[in-house]
């Protein structure tokens, strides 16, 4: 039973779309992030949230929002795709945000932005 | 800027030897840090972790080493193992604003074990 699960795992569509990725985690656990994996292969912040407290790296755009429907889904929602969106998105959860928190991560959605 | 940063982004090692991955960060607020192994379409699993108190933290055949002063720290595995062969991200936490968190992460070593 996967712990951390995204879906789609792979997503192509052309520029100028919306689209959805969704994230779901079984494991009870207050926070939940969204990274992207850029071309030079870095995990970098998007996104972190838990029930009281959202917080947004400042150089993600605004096209990108996270939209939280409970505590146990974080969906990342896209507008206006570009084609510098296309990168490998992973959703990850953890119990909370104390020093010694371990990350678990999805499996990844391959986005490509034609 | 990149405040991790692992120069290497491939080694390749025979089996039954010793792995070492390095990772440098720049910034000194940095307090604990940890080590992701990733496999081919899988996400990221947590691997090993030390706190900026330690300067060496041991888990079976991974070991973790921490030099505050060089900003630096390597993750060693002995034997290496096939089954090893991943990328591995090197991470770094510090508090940022209120009490939040956030994982820094490098850009990934793919190490190759031989058989």
């Known amino acids: 039973d996967t712990a951390v699960s995204q879906t789609p795992k792979y997503l192509v569509t052309q520029m100028g779309n919306d689209k959805s990725i969704k994230c779901e985690q079984n494991l009870g656990h207050d926070t939940m992030y969204w990274y992207k994996q850029d071309s030079k292969k870095f995990l970098k912040i998007m996104f972190s949230y838990n029930n009281k407290e959202l917080i947004i790296n400042e150089t993600v755009p605004n096209r990108f929002s996270p939209k939280s429907p409970d505590k146990a889904h974080l969906n990342l929602h896209i507008n206006s795709l570009e084609l510098g969106d296309s990168a490998v998105y992973f959703c990850?959860?953890?119990?909370?945000?104390?020093?010694?928190?371990?990350?678990?991560f999805g499996s990844g959605t391959q986005l490509s932005v034609l | 800027d990149q405040q991790v940063k692992q120069n290497s982004p491939s080694l390749s090692v025979q089996e039954g030897r010793i792995s070492i991955l390095n990772c440098d960060y720049t910034n000194s607020m940095f307090d604990y840090f940890l080590w992701y192994k990733k496999y081919p379409a899988e996400g990221p699993t947590f691997l090993i972790s030390?706190?900026?108190?330690?300067d060496k933290n041991e888990d079976g055949r991974f070991t973790v080493f921490l030099n505050k002063s060089a900003k630096h720290l390597s993750l060693h595995i002995v034997p290496s193992q096939p089954g090893d062969s991943a990328v591995y991200f090197c991470?770094?936490?510090?508090?940022?604003?209120?009490?939040?968190?956030?994982?820094?992460f490098g850009s990934g070593t793919q190490l190759t074990v031989l058989p």
């Open positions: 991470a770094a936490s510090a508090v940022e604003s209120g009490s939040a968190r956030q994982l820094t």
């Open positions: 030390i706190s900026s108190i330690k």
């Open positions: 990850a959860s953890s119990s909370h945000q104390a020093i010694n928190e371990k990350l678990f």
